[in-house]
């Protein structure tokens, strides 16, 4: 393979270029896919790779990333977290996740409509946030009818 910046000619295994250190591929920003220097379309997918990349977002900084998730957090979890930032980095752990979902959530939304509904959704919210805090766990997200809850993440308790 020629290296589009130097022109060096490389063999067709190699991944950046003998004669200047270029990359010899480029990933695909649609489906990964690695591709040679110079490809006007992804082999894998077909995507135009001559049009402009989306700029890259700002990487936040670990300080940034705790005050934004905190609000979302129970209190406390916080400085669990920290206390063991070390072990949770890069770390591989057995963990519990738990769906909870309300059955005939469909028809009861129907019957008693938006305002009573959300009254309800409400009080139900509060009472498994409490439970699933009681034992340690984490709300991962807050479905229309129910939640997703982990256990033993972000830390072990």
Known sequence: MKC???QHENPSDARFCNGCGQKLELACPKCGKTN?????FCNGCGYNL???SEPALKELSFDEKIKK???????????KILS????????RKLV???F???????SLSEKLGPEEMYTLMDQVY????HKVNDYDGTVNELTGDGIIALFGAPIDL
């Open 50 to 52: 001559t049009l402009p």
């Open 36 to 40: 040679p220097l110079g490809s006007k």
């Open 100 to 106: 909870c979902d309300m059955e005939g959530f469909t």
């Open 96 to 98: 519990t996740v738990m």
């Open 126 to 129: 509060e009472i498994l946030i």
């Open 4 to 6: 589009l910046k130097c």
């Open 84 to 91: 063991q930032r070390d072990m949770i980095e890069g770390e």
């Open 69 to 79: 998730i905190q609000k979302y957090l129970p209190k406390g979890i916080t400085e």
